[in-house]
């Protein structure tokens, strides 16, 4: 089967996960902007990360066979140092007219404070501009009021709900954007936020609508293979091999599709040609490249 990642920190990973992503089946991944383990300190440093997500490791995902879009955006633990936020917040625009550019993200809130708020609404407002689909993160504590406060933001913004995915939601939060509109994200974690058999149980429970998965898989405990690992247990759990097409598949590829970006069709595994480099920059180091015909 074929698999899509819609939430994916490849930065943090190795060229070995993508070897065995690809192996899984995993053929496409978006990798939201976010902050890098500590904060940055001025915006050069985004320039820089910005220009990374859409080139190297662009390319870099080529390699080993397995397409690589990206969002934009200033996350909400960096938006409460206010001076670098506007630094951060006027060069934006330029980032979000680029080609592999699916959606604004991840946006939304870390403390849920005035500065959060106004990083927000600025980034939907550049979302409704140039037409791009909005990817929120839900904070990590105090989960149910942040999903409360995105749904407000969401609604005083005026984006509207099917341009929005609402991600690492759990059985607290999904009831609460279930008639909202919105598109449900879920985070699935080796310890934390989601399992696979929770996430099988949500599915069982609210069927599969506007259901996308995916595994984060940034710079702590984590495992790449999540996607392929919920869809192994969906077909043990008696889902049909068309169901987790739609959700691990079909569902986030649908949604990013808003963007005008990206389409169904072209999810099809590239050709690999390692013999290729950027800015004369090979992704092997002494290999013998594989170049497939």
């Given at each position: 089967?074929?698999?899509?990642?819609?939430?994916?920190?490849?930065?943090?990973?190795?060229?070995?996960?993508?070897?065995?992503?690809?192996?899984?089946?995993?053929?496409?991944?978006?990798?939201?902007?976010?902050?890098?383990?500590?904060?940055?300190?001025?915006v050069?440093?985004?320039?820089?990360?910005?220009?990374?997500?859409?080139?190297?490791?662009?390319?870099?995902?080529?390699?080993?066979?397995?397409?690589?879009?990206?969002?934009?955006?200033?996350?909400?633990?960096?938006?409460n140092?206010?001076?670098?936020?506007?630094?951060?917040?006027?060069?934006?625009?330029?980032?979000?007219?680029?080609?592999?550019?699916v959606?604004?993200?991840?946006?939304?809130?870390?403390?849920?404070?005035?500065?959060?708020?106004?990083?927000?609404?600025?980034?939907?407002?550049?979302?409704?501009?140039?037409?791009?689909?909005?990817?929120?993160?839900?904070?990590?504590?105090?989960?149910?009021?942040?999903?409360?406060?995105?749904?407000?933001?969401?609604?005083?913004?005026?984006?509207?709900?099917?341009?929005?995915?609402?991600?690492?939601?759990n059985?607290?939060?999904?009831?609460?954007?279930?008639?909202?509109?919105?598109?449900?994200?879920?985070?699935?974690?080796?310890?934390?936020?989601?399992?696979?058999?929770?996430?099988?149980?949500?599915?069982?429970?609210?069927?599969?609508?506007?259901?996308?998965?995916?595994?984060?898989?940034?710079?702590?405990?984590?495992?790449?293979?999540?996607?392929?690992?919920?869809?192994?247990?969906?077909?043990d759990?008696?889902?049909?091999?068309?169901?987790?097409?739609?959700?691990?598949?079909?569902?986030?590829?649908?949604?990013?599709?808003?963007?005008?970006?990206?389409?169904l069709?072209?999810?099809?595994?590239?050709?690999?040609?390692?013999?290729?480099?950027?800015?004369?920059?090979?992704?092997?180091?002494?290999?013998?490249?594989?170049?497939?015909?």
């Amino acid at each position: 089967m074929n698999y899509f990642d819609p939430h994916i920190h490849m930065v943090s990973r190795t060229t070995d996960d993508y070897e065995n992503m690809a192996a899984a089946g995993i053929v496409g991944v978006v990798e939201p902007a976010f902050w890098q383990g500590q904060p940055r300190t001025n915006v050069g440093s985004f320039i820089d990360y910005y220009d990374l997500l859409l080139g190297w490791e662009r390319f870099r995902a080529s390699q080993f066979g397995i397409l690589h879009y990206c969002t934009m955006g200033l996350n909400p633990k960096e938006a409460n140092n206010r001076e670098m936020a506007r630094d951060v917040l006027n060069i934006l625009p330029r980032y979000l007219a680029k080609d592999g550019v699916v959606a604004v993200g991840e946006i939304g809130y870390d403390d849920i404070t005035p500065a959060e708020d106004e990083a927000l609404l600025a980034q939907m407002e550049m979302a409704k501009e140039f037409e791009l689909p909005v990817l929120i993160h839900t904070p990590h504590r105090d989960k149910v009021t942040g999903t409360k406060r995105t749904l407000d933001a969401i609604k005083d913004a005026g984006v509207a709900p099917e341009m929005v995915i609402v991600d690492h939601l759990n059985e607290l939060t999904l009831p609460l954007v279930l008639d909202s509109g919105v598109w449900r994200g879920h985070s699935i974690y080796p310890n934390t936020k989601m399992s696979e058999p929770r996430m099988v149980a949500l599915l069982q429970q609210y069927g599969t609508e506007r259901m996308v998965v995916n595994s984060a898989a940034d710079w702590g405990k984590s495992d790449p293979l999540k996607v392929p690992k919920v869809g192994q247990l969906m077909l043990d759990s008696g889902f049909s091999e068309e169901q987790v097409s739609k959700v691990l598949f079909e569902n986030p590829i649908e949604f990013y599709a808003q963007s005008g970006r990206i389409n169904l069709a072209e999810v099809q595994r590239p050709k690999v040609d390692q013999t290729q480099q950027w800015q004369e920059n090979s992704a092997l180091r002494g290999q013998t490249p594989i170049v497939e015909k």
